[in-house]
């Protein structure tokens, strides 16, 4: 299973991922960070294909996600 951490320190709330992820599995979380604003979240990460998709768009690089040698399959939904 791919691992996928966001650091809420670096996000801005801007939903980009959200929209982004092909398995619908991000959404924005009620924590508020420091810079004041809502965070994303990874709400369901055992649906992950680790697709990448998510760092890629991030315009905070706010997203990082580690496959740890396994190969998946891209959009297979
Ligand atoms: S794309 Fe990046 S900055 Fe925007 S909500 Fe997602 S993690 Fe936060
Ligand atoms: S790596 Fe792909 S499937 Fe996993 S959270 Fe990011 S966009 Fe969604």
Known sequence: MPGIKIDK????GC???VF???MQII???KEINLKGFYCAQVHEPTK?????ICAIICPDVA???HNYGTQFTLFEY
């Open 15 to 17: 939903e980009l991922c």
């Open 48 to 52: 992950c294909i680790g697709c990448r």
């Open 20 to 22: 982004a992820c092909p």
């Open 27 to 29: 959404s924005m979380s």
């Open 9 to 12: 320190s670096y996000c801005k």
């Open 63 to 65: 997203i990082e996600v």
